[in-house]
């Protein structure tokens, strides 16, 4: 098969299959104490990495690599969320006690919520996209509070009381699978020829069009493409924690992904998985401190502007996420 | 039939003109020079052909069709490349991927096929790749394909501009300042490699030039402008005994 031609890519879903195995072990087999090393809220933990991971790598299409300024990715993932909710919870009242409809339905609710999400994305990206300069910005940040202005009022969707009794469908698995394939499909566009558009729109968008790129499509695509991802993540996240409130998705939501994202490296895939890692890892880690985590979140985010503008990846990638390039067929000739 | 032909061609700018009545017919296969005093209107000419700016008035033919009111990125399709007075690479970008970022349009694969890297991307990169490659060995730059544009020296920046702008397959290139920053010695050998690029693809070449040793070099006609007017239009020898243009360029004789 394609995607197995390089013993890299095999040694790369080797780890990630020890990764699934070990953690799977941790956290199901009893080792102290009756309990497993792994309880259920580090599970719940690691759930939230990816999701958030997926979150700040579509950002990043947008952000990163095509050189708009959208600050307000939450919006969609409200829109996501919202919308697999009210298909599992609402209308269908699937369970987890029977995994065999619950699972297909859940499925199909999170690709209905990223597909929403995307007709969003569209509505917002294609009049402000075709103007250059600041107005993308001021278009997410209005979009983002109008989304959660109309779930506040919208009675099926619980309003102001939030939407709860949502199935647990989010477990280890999912999250594996969610945030492995995302991140992939998401790489494979960086590193194809449209990938290549966007980071020549970035770069110089009057130069991108002398050489016959259509600026504006390709900029829609890629918004409407990063607002299904986040609708997507949305998804997974309303059935992870089983309750959603309108103001999970406010703008304050929104500026964590941003920087998530500038920390980590807005123009690397690497450094908008390793943004999000760090953050949200590290209050954790840090648990011992109490409310002195605090002040080391935002401290991170000033050393980092301070000492690597560019983000802590900077414009490197992890060799797991590099595209075997071409063969130096004749580069030495 | 001529390959570009413009008649009546103004330009405002509110109440400025800075084009005014501007006509030029290039015939397949020539290289013309388009000179004048800063602030002429040359390269509001070029930013009305590639698109850039809408004509207040005039027609545009380009190969048959009238290309006013179409946007840049359609017009590079239709076979119009140019490159700029300043440099302006994907600095960020590879040097090879500055070359395949010009054939994107022509990239037989979808979205689709980008997300789930499917044969045809597969197929699509390689085809891509032998093409950028054999184009950056035209232009000498294939040691440092995998180089950062930004990096490159500006000699080698200002090849890599023309080769993207070869990229589209152009059958009219139009060159801003090509020679801008350059030696004699670099300004020679560009000349040669606008007559060779012109004969090996096929191509008809207008340009803008300061370097009046370039312009006479290598233009079979040459076209002076000056506060939007066409002062003067003829082959080299004509136009430097013109005595408008000397006027133009250094005023009035006392």
């Not at chain 1, 690597?308 to 590099?322: A, D, H, P, V, Y």
């Not at chain 2, 500006?154 to 152009?170: M, N």
Request: proline residues 4%; positive net charge.
């Amino acid at each position: 098969m394609r995607f197995l031609r390089s013993h890299r890519t095999l040694a790369t879903i080797l780890v990630f299959v020890l990764a699934y195995v070990v953690i799977k072990v941790l956290s199901t087999v009893p080792l102290v104490g009756g309990q497993p090393l792994m309880n259920r809220y580090y599970v719940q933990l690691l759930a939230l990495v990816g999701i958030n991971i997926v979150m700040t790598v579509s950002l990043g299409m947008v952000n990163g690599f095509t050189g708009q300024f959208s600050i307000g990715h939450a919006g969609f993932m409200a829109v996501g969320a919202y919308t697999s909710a009210l298909i599992t919870t609402v209308w269908l009242h699937v369970g987890t006690s029977n995994p065999w409809v619950g699972y297909p339905v859940f499925v199909l609710a999170i690709i209905a919520g990223g597909v929403v999400a995307a007709g969003a994305g569209y509505l917002v990206g294609a009049p402000s996209l075709r103007l250059k300069g600041d107005y993308l910005a001021i278009v997410t940040l209005s979009a983002n509070e109008l989304i959660r202005t109309v779930i506040r009022v919208t009675p099926v969707l619980g309003g102001p009381r939030g939407l709860g009794g949502i199935p647990r469908f989010t477990n280890l698995e999912v999250i594996f699978v969610f945030t492995i394939v995302s991140v992939v499909l998401m790489r494979n566009y960086v590193f194809s020829s449209h990938g290549r558009s966007m980071k020549a729109v970035r770069d110089s968008e009057i130069a991108a069009e002398a050489s016959g790129i259509n600026t504006t499509q390709q900029k829609v695509l890629v918004f409407v493409f990063s607002a299904f991802f986040a609708g997507i993540s949305g998804g997974v996240f309303a059935h992870l924690l089983q309750f959603i409130h309108p103001d999970n998705f406010s703008f304050v939501k929104s500026l964590e992904y941003l920087i998530y994202l500038y920390v980590g490296g807005s123009m690397s895939l690497s450094g908008a998985i390793v943004g999000p890692a760090i953050f949200t890892l590290l209050p954790e880690l840090l648990r011992n401190l109490q409310q002195w985590r605090l002040v080391v979140y935002p401290l991170v985010l000033i050393l980092t502007m301070i000492f690597r503008t560019e983000g802590i990846m900077g414009l490197k990638e992890f060799s797991f996420i590099l595209i075997p390039q071409r063969q130096q067929k004749g580069a030495d000739a | 039939m001529a390959l570009l032909e413009i008649e009546h061609l103004t330009e405002f700018f509110g109440g400025l003109r800075a084009v005014s009545d501007f006509n030029i017919r290039l015939e397949h296969g020539e290289i013309v020079g388009l000179i004048g005093p800063n602030g002429a209107g040359k390269t509001t000419v070029f930013n009305v052909i590639t698109g850039v700016y809408r004509p207040t008035q005039g027609t545009i033919v380009f190969d048959g069709q009238s290309i006013v009111g179409k946007k840049t990125h359609q017009i590079t399709q239709l076979g119009i490349a140019r490159t700029f007075q300043t440099i302006r690479l994907f600095s960020q970008s590879s040097v090879i991927d500055n070359i395949k970022i010009a054939y994107h349009f022509r990239m037989p694969y979808g979205n689709m096929d980008s997300f789930l890297h499917t044969r045809k991307y597969w197929e699509g990169e390689r085809m891509v790749d032998d093409y950028a490659i054999d184009l950056l060995r035209i232009f000498h730059l294939d040691q440092q394909a995998d180089n950062v544009s930004g990096s490159l020296p500006y000699g080698a920046q200002r090849r890599l501009e023309i080769a993207r702008a070869l990229a589209t397959k152009p059958k009219l290139l139009i060159l801003d300042e090509p020679a801008a920053g350059m030696n004699p010695a670099e300004a020679d050998e560009l000349m040669t490699m606008i007559r060779w690029l012109r004969d090996q693809f096929d191509l008809t070449i207008l340009l803008i030039e300061h370097q009046m040793r370039v312009v006479m070099g290598v233009c079979e006609r040459i076209k002076v402008m000056d506060f939007g007017e066409t002062i003067c239009e003829g082959v080299p020898e004509y136009v430097r005994n013109d005595p408008r243009v000397c006027e133009a360029y250094l005023g009035k004789g006392a």
